[in-house]
């Protein structure tokens, strides 16, 4: 008996390098919903889905891309696994190492990693190595330890991660039918955006979606290597998942813009923010700030350019769950009212 929808390597099975030989290490990724905006969509006259890749298991898409890269390091028998992140490719890591019985050895930007994160890798027992530097930084390290031990690596340079993660774009044709007018998805070190647009090229491909969306990715200004055609020394934003300045699918994520007739954009610190909060006040959806990356796009694109989108099928992927970073949560919401139990002073305070 099934007790809930299998993970995403049972559910796509043909559509994956896989085989009898890999063990599938899953935590039941994926199936995650689409869900219809109530706010934007009224707002910009727009038919409009928010992907909430922040309900998977280590809430961020990471797990679909996870799930495939550990099940193939165990298959060809690897004993450990190493990952850079700004902190949810740690999460993620962590947890499906521990499920296949392997070592996890993940390097952060010290001190600029969400505190959530930090946390599921800590308690998922991965070694934490916080390194003076930031992402880029990071990356080079794990680069040098895999290519000199025994080590898997496991950041999106690993094809099986892309594999994987293609998948979001299968769910949104299965739910929609057919491929949506256009896809919105925040841009770090771009293996999603690369992945996504493989997904739906491969269905149209093999016929089981006639279109193609508009790849809309976005870039935080300060992290804008693409939008700025040169690569960051020192990336700054408060989305810090998407604090990258020298992206490892760069390529690959122009090419997703270009072929699909979209486009890589950036927005600010401030727009992010805003969208971050009309999202969780207007459509009671709470997700990290990278993820209000792309909805802060959708804002900027619907304001500058109102025809384009109006009427159109829009897809916005939200990567990952707002409480992966409540400190930005807190700093970005009224202070509380702390009250005594006396109800002269509680009406007062609730202007009751
Ligand atoms: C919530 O965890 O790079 O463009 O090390 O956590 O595929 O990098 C995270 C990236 C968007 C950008 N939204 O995706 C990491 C890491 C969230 C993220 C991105 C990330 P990519």
């Known amino acids: ?31 995650t919903p689409l869900i219809k905006s109530v706010y934007l969509s009224v707002k910009y006259g727009c038919e409009l889905y928010f992907k909430f890749e922040g309900l ?15 099940s193939k390091a165990k298959e060809a028998g690897a004993k450990a696994v190493m990952c850079a992140s700004t902190g949810n490719t740690s999460a993620s890591a962590a947890a499906y190492a521990r ?12 001190g600029k990693i969400a505190l959530g994160k930090l946390a599921q ?31 898997v690596l496991v950041n999106s340079i690993n094809p099986f991660r892309i594999e994987g993660q293609k998948t979001g774009a299968f769910e949104i044709c299965d739910w929609l039918g057919d491929a949506p007018d256009f896809l919105f998805i925040p841009v770090g ?12 090229k491969e269905y149209k491909e093999k016929n089981i979606s006639e279109a193609l969306p508009k790849m809309m990715g976005w870039q935080a200004e300060g992290s804008a290597p693409i939008v700025r055609g040169r690569v960051i020394e020192n990336p700054e ?22 072929d699909s007739g979209g486009k890589i954009d950036m927005v600010s610190d401030e727009k992010i923010i805003q969208a971050y909060k009309i999202r969780a006040l207007n459509e009671g959806i709470f997700c990290e700030p990278a993820s209000a990356a792309s909805v802060a796009g959708l804002i900027k694109e619907a304001d500058e350019n109102p ?15 707002g409480l992966k970073d409540p400190d930005i949560a807190i700093a970005n919401s009224p202070e509380i009212i702390s009250v005594k139990k006396d109800y002269d002073q509680i009406k007062k305070a609730l202007n009751l």
């Not at 991965?126 to 080590?151: P, Q, R």
């Not at 408060?238 to 994520?253: D, F, H, M």
């Open 56 to 70: 998977n298991p280590t809430g961020s898409f990471k797990d679909r891309g996870m799930t495939l890269a550990i």
């Open 99 to 110: 499920r296949g019985r392997m070592r996890c050895i993940v390097v952060i930007p010290d």
């Open 237 to 258: 934003t408060i989305a810090t998942a998407i604090r990258i300045g020298n992206p490892a699918r760069w390529k690959e994520a122009e090419a997703a813009a270009k």
């Open 121 to 151: 890798a800590m308690m998922h027992g991965a070694e934490v190595l916080a390194i003076a530097g930031n992402f880029d930084d990071a990356l080079d390290v794990v680069k040098y330890i895999t290519s000199n031990y025994e080590i």
């Open 189 to 200: 070190n771009a293996g999603n955006i690369t992945s996504y647009w493989k997904g739906f």
């Open 307 to 321: 025809e384009m989108l109006k009427g159109k099928q829009i897809v916005c992927i939200l990567t990952g769950h």
């Open 1 to 31: 008996m099934k007790f809930s929808y299998p993970g995403i390597i049972e559910r796509y099975w043909d559509y994956l390098p896989v085989s009898d030989k890999t063990p599938i290490i899953s935590l039941n990724e994926g199936s």
